[in-house]
Every structure is written in C-alpha cells, then in structure tokens.
C-alpha cells in the first residue's frame, strides 16, 4: 500500500495510484503547464533525462482548485457542452 506520510514525490506508477489520473492525463498537465515544473512536479536527478517526482499534494490542490473553477462558472461550464440541435431549432 502506496502511503504519502513522510514523502514529498513519487513516481509516476504511485501518482496515477493515489490520485486516479492516468499517466498519460498527467503528461498532458505537465505538457500543457497546468501542473507546474518545481510544484507540481520535478526532475528527481536535476536533468530532463530524469525520472520525474509528483508532488502528491500539490497535485490534489491543484484538483480542488480546478473543480472550484469548474463549479463557480457554470455559464462557462454549459457553454463548453457540447450540442447537436440544429442551429435555429
């Protein structure tokens, strides 16, 4: 059992565990730069050959807060919806 007492980064393989997002959504974060280099994530060796380190807890911060965003503009959520009414109908 993956536990984060006492541990700041994990692995990809423990991240995608404790937080339920697959590996390839947690490339994509780090990718788009939703999920931060040096809070979200690092390179555990210091170079772009490394392994990368998730900061669990920063990454479920990041959850809450995109789910505030997501529940506190619902106009914004209901325009994002996609439709297949006819224009005009």
Known sequence: ???KKNKRFFTTSETV??????RTRLMELKVSGDLVA???WVYL???SKSKIGWDV???EKWMV???KKFLNTPEEAISQIETYAEMGA
Do not use: A, P, V
Request: charged letters at 10%; glycine letters at 14%.
């Open 1 to 3: 059992m993956i536990t």
């Open 65 to 67: 807060e995109q789910t």
């Open 57 to 59: 807890s920063e990454i």
């Open 45 to 47: 060796g210091g170079t």
């Open 38 to 40: 040096g809070i979200h």
């Open 17 to 22: 565990n404790l937080t339920n997002l697959s």
